[in-house]
């Protein structure tokens, strides 16, 4: 009896050396870092030549630097979701990265389908109309272009809309209108 006693005390401590380590191992080893994924949307804003007044042509267009642009995306069922005005940068660029965007259904509210940008104020006060080049009255939608920015715990998907533009309001309007 003593010796199947000793026997079975010897097997719980050997299993102890052998399972505790790897259960205060396991315990204490870092948490595996979860990647971050942003939606990030990049347009330009430009200023329309009087030459072009009327068509969508952004030739001869000017950037319009420190412009302010939304973006603004809306749910399956219509209801928005997201809302953001952002600036573009000293050549009219704009990176805007979507901070807490959520997508409710991956598919239904991808930002493909769920997004759009408008330009909404110009700096410039000789334009600073409204154009509805590339649909922009309307909201410029997104495409994709297989672009994407990685770090090591870091990962944007960078969607484009086409440029976005204001327009003179000192233009003569008999250029064509299209």
């Not at 950037?63 to 642009?69: G, H, M, N, T, Y």
């Not at 909404?120 to 297989?146: F, I, K």
């Not at 944007?156 to 809309?161: N, R, T």
Request: aromatic residues 10%.
């Amino acid at each position: 009896m003593a010796s199947k006693n000793f026997i079975t005390l010897s097997t719980f401590l050997l299993l102890q050396v052998i399972f505790f380590p790897c259960i205060a191992a396991t315990e204490n080893a870092p948490k595996a870092i979860e990647k971050k994924v942003d939606v990030v949307v990049e347009t330009t804003v430009y200023c329309q030549s009087c030459e072009h007044y009327g068509t969508w042509s952004l030739t001869g267009a000017k950037p319009i630097p420190s412009a302010k642009v939304s973006v603004t995306c809306k749910n399956h069922k219509g209801k928005l979701v997201y809302y953001k005005v952002f600036e573009s940068d000293k050549n009219g660029y704009l990176y805007a990265q979507l901070e807490e965007f959520k997508m409710q259904h991956s598919l239904l509210d991808h930002p493909l389908h769920s997004c759009y940008v408008k330009p909404v104020w110009s700096p410039l006060e000789s334009c600073n109309l409204l154009s509805n080049v590339n649909h922009s009255l309307d909201g410029a939608r997104l495409r994709y272009q297989n672009k994407r920015l990685r770090g090591s715990n870091y990962e944007a998907v960078v969607y484009s809309a086409s440029p976005l533009a204001f327009r003179r309001s000192d233009c003569s309007h008999t250029a064509p209108h299209n």
